[in-house]
């Protein structure tokens, strides 16, 4: 049983450096507690670091007992997952200074980022259902944490609803233990194609519900916009993109190496559920006039496009780089348009971002950078990411789907206008007493998040060429 610590370096500096900060933020007075802030920030760069290592040296290996996977995967899903907590953090720091429970939002997010980095590197049941909660319980904590009317009301929905799909997904997990005897991926992909059909489809579908609620896809995302809605808007950031980083590529590698030989036709599931996500989540987002019940909107619509990359996941060798890629962009672009709605705190509605280019055109520049990226406009990362998971769509047999997006696709444009045509009205009515901004740290990381969707539409191919490699069994 190989039990080698240093494969486990981010996800130990994450839990290690929540209890360090824990403890250290209990003794310091409420001025000082940036300090934990910056232990979080180190250790994600220390994770950052041992990452790119670890890829470096091609140390691909299991550890306990095979449990938890250091492949391609895992490494690329790390970065995402490291860099997006670095914006995060950014994005953060205005928001919660001198907050008398400063300490414990930093906690959290750490917490739930070490959570999501188990999902990711999962390689069976209970490791898969370990990282579901680490990652959850610390995410409701935080949808709750200005403790005002709203954010109270979002957490209960969002706890509830978590609570019953996470009892599905245990009772899932319980049904495809008894049908393949084991719980590892390896023995269950041996198992299964001799098991039970009608126990493996009950089984795959709880584990799957709890993994849909994750990722907020069809039917589990009712928590999505009131969760967006409600939360903080660094919170509502998080829980609109770190969850489904790790949700998607745990079920990628369940559906790739437990369920290749079954008989059960996950392909279509997927496949239609992926349909109706990303049709639902844009027919939702057309009238919105919140900014962030319209982005968490958005983030259902983009969670259907990536849901086609897993819908494919045996059937084309394009699957696994289009979604890595996918989800690196779709991050960095989503992250880049909650920072300006945290910069600016005022700015609720559509209409209060009249005027913006002229007030503050830096942040104008964004917004127009980052929602036309999610539409999937070049030369952002987004765009390159649509194409190729559209191209592993086609590819696997799926071309009515891939129809279907970028049908979807062009009706986002719509809703994604309605935001950014107001940025550019001149009237005097301009709603200039909404652009007051909350501080610079929410502006920086707006402009780095900006300048990565660029750069990764710029330099796409050497990204997908990293992103391109095996999962191990």
């Known amino acids: 049983m190989n039990q080698n610590l240093t494969a486990l370096i981010p996800e130990i500096a994450l839990l290690g450096a929540a209890v360090i900060g824990l403890l250290t933020g209990s003794w310091l007075p409420r001025r000082r507690q940036w300090i934990v802030a910056a232990l979080a920030a180190t250790a994600c760069t220390a994770g950052l670091t041992a990452t790119a290592v670890t890829m470096a040296t091609d140390r691909e ?21 490291l860099a997006a907590l670095l914006l995060i953090i950014g994005m953060s720091v205005e928001t919660v200074r001198n907050h008398r429970r400063e300490t414990e939002y930093w906690v959290l997010l ?29 995410a409701y904590a935080l949808t709750a944490f200005a403790k005002d009317a709203r954010g109270t009301e979002a957490a209960l929905k969002y706890y509830l609803l978590g609570a019953l799909l996470g009892t599905t997904m245990l009772a899932g997990t319980a049904l495809l233990y008894g049908a393949g005897h084991a719980t590892d991926y390896a023995g269950l992909s041996k198992a299964l194609p001799d098991a039970s059909y009608g126990l493996v489809a009950v089984g795959l579908v709880g584990v799957l519900a709890g993994l849909f609620f994750k990722i907020g896809a069809v039917p589990a995302h009712f928590w999505v916009p009131d969760v967006g809605d409600g939360a903080l808007a660094p919170v509502a950031a998080y829980v609109t993109t770190l969850p489904k980083i790790g949700g998607l590529i745990a079920a990628y590698r369940l559906l790739h190496q437990a369920l290749a030989g079954s008989d059960v036709n996950w392909p ?54 289009s979604l890595l890629f996918y989800l690196a962009a779709y991050t960095v672009t989503n992250l880049g348009a909650f920072a300006v709605v945290t910069e600016l705190p005022r700015a609720r509605l559509l209409a209060d971002y009249r005027g913006l280019a002229r007030s503050r055109p830096g942040l104008a520049a964004v917004l127009v950078v980052c929602l036309l990226g999610l539409v999937g406009t070049p030369p952002t990362g987004v765009f390159l990411g649509k194409l190729e998971v559209f191209s592993a769509s086609v590819d696997g047999g799926h071309t009515w789907l891939a129809a279907l997006a970028v049908a979807n696709t062009v009706a986002s444009l719509f809703y994604y206008l309605r935001w950014l045509g107001p940025l550019f009205v001149t009237t005097d009515a301009a709603p200039a007493a909404a652009h007051a901004v909350l501080g610079r740290s929410a502006a920086v990381t707006a402009y780095a998040a900006a300048a990565l969707s660029l750069a990764l539409g710029i330099a796409g191919q050497a990204v997908l060429t990293l992103a391109d490699g095996p999962l191990l069994p």
């Open 61 to 81: 290996q299991t550890v306990f007992s095979a449990s938890f996977a250091v492949d391609t995967a895992t490494d690329i899903g790390r970065l995402i997952v």
């Open 110 to 138: 750490l917490m739930s980022g070490g959570g999501t980095l188990a999902m990711i590197g999962a390689n069976d049941l209970l490791m898969l259902f370990a990282g579901y909660l680490l990652a959850g319980l610390p």
């Open 268 to 321: 279509l599931l997927l496949a239609i559920v992926a349909a109706a996500t990303m049709t639902l989540g844009n027919l939702a987002a057309f009238f919105q006039t919140s900014v962030k019940r319209l982005l968490a909107y958005s983030t259902v619509s983009q969670v259907g496009y990536l849901l086609m990359a897993p819908a494919v996941a045996t059937r084309s060798e394009l699957a696994q780089k």
